[in-house]
């Protein structure tokens, strides 16, 4: 601890926490508390239009009216795949750019000018939708178009969003000349370095594109091409997905390292993975371009049966090397009995445990899967614009980064505000009800865009058109199972909601000693957190962990093939 101290510049600039020994860099301890805040507040909102989306696709219930249901579904895929991923992400990133370090933020003042600028953008934005002015969707594909100000608020929120970047680079500049850490970088501030580059790229793409289009709404540009519109949206919107990922994997190795004292199980490997993230991000972007008549066959083919795969194998890495590392601290510890012992007796009933283990299966099983498959040019046809598109993203997004971010605030935000976790019953039942409620939702979207149900559509019983269809009675139950499964996901998430607004709002103060879940004594937290690998690691030492990634590879051949089958029959003439 001594030694910690004396590396630190300014001591009176950090508090140490009593439990873990971490020095949190005040500023931060502040950016965290109130991005979070932020960002709840959009989960809040951005879940309510949720659940009215959820209520309409329901088809017994078809809640909402038409206009009001593109509203809803606009204002829900903005409030949480842009306003609450983002502030969230932003205000985490600060953390694990100064904690593991030891180091104090670049000007915290322009964070705080970051903070007004997405939080003014986001406000205007939303406000748009809700008037009616913006009913364009998060995809905003033009010819769709908004009012000018909806336009503005996004740009404003991307400004907002791309000055952290920037600070993550000063603030490690900056630890660097004032020699805040010796060697090199730990593995958390490392994963926040790969995410502000891409940041950079993503939110510089999402002004290439958005400015010309508000230029457009006002009638200033007489035309934008769809195409054109497409491509550079993808550049943006597919990399904002790799900034997601590279986040919530930080976060897993974080959590291994408090819960368990897990360290990676090679550091250089995790290292290598998380900057194949950077040199895959582009190839990606194609895979949500394969129907388009714009891009040319071979770009495409060459993508999506080779390049493709490049950009999954760092999330491969991560899924062996994160429960490896967690396996080998658990088996020290003396759980060594046959191969999932050390998963058996992890902590299921602690929040934290439990939303980060569900984040890394429900990621792996059913965002990646899907993922991968649909990835793939053929498989794609069979599912493009289908409801199998919100359910394989619901996958990704919602079961994997939010609920890791879920797991992470029930740490992060008891260890900034020294307040006890409020409400930690409904804390407990957050986690299982979310990923529950929205594996679901995914599992059963999916099947049903299988059977052609589209993604998006207000009405699947078409009471309006010129032309009948009918889907089979198969379909609308598989959509009321998936729809269930929604309304059940809101209410975890509002669990969550509950207990991390009344803990930031007014939770206890917490004693030295009951910041909860902590594997080992204080500094050797924050020893974990300041890097390293396993040492112990030579060769097998984590069968349990091989056997999981095996179990994931052998579904995902079986699923591979079960598409391709299906690919087979599908235009069947009976
Ligand atoms: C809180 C519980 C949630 C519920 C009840 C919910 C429900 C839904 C439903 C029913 C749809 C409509 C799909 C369609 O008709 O095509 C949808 C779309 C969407 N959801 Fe969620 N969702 C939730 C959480 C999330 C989270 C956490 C994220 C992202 C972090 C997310 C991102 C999206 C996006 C981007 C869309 C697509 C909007 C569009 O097509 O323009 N959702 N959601
Ligand atoms: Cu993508």
Redesign the pocket.
Known sequence: MATIMATLRNPQDFTTCPDTGLNINKPVANLVKIHILTAVMM?LA??IL??G??LT?WPAVHLLPSEWFYIF??G??AA??LF??HIFSVGIAYFFVTTPINARLATPKIAWLSYWLMLIGAAIATVMVLLGQATV???AYPPLKAHPLFYLGVILFAVGALVPAFLVLATLVKAKNERTFKGSMPLTTFGVLIWAIIAIFTWVMGAVIMIPTWLWSMGLIANIDPQLYRVIFWALAHSTQQMNIVLHITIWYTLAAVLFGARPLNEKVSRTAFVLYLFALQLGSVHHLLSDPGTSFTWRTFNTSYAAYLAVLGSLIHGLTVPGGIELAQRRRGLTHGLFEWLRKAPWDNPIFSGFFLSLILFGFIGGISGVTMSNQQINMTVHNT?Y??AH??GT??TG??LAFIAFSYWIVPLVTRRKLAYPGLAKMSTWIFGLG?GT?ALFGMAAGHLGVP???WDITYADAALPFDFSAMAHMIMTVA?IG??I??FG?LFYIISILSTLLGGKVLAKGALPALAEPAGLVAARMHGGTEPQHKGLEVPGSLVLCMVLLVFLIVYYFAQYKYLATIWGIS
Request: net charge positive.
């Open positions: 989960l951005g879940g949720g659940l989306v959820a696709r579904l606009t829900h895929g949480v795949l609450w991923v969707m998060f995809s409801f598109v919100p993203f619901h997004v919602a980064t939010t929205m939702f993604r998006r559509h729809e929604a309304v996901g809101g998430a």
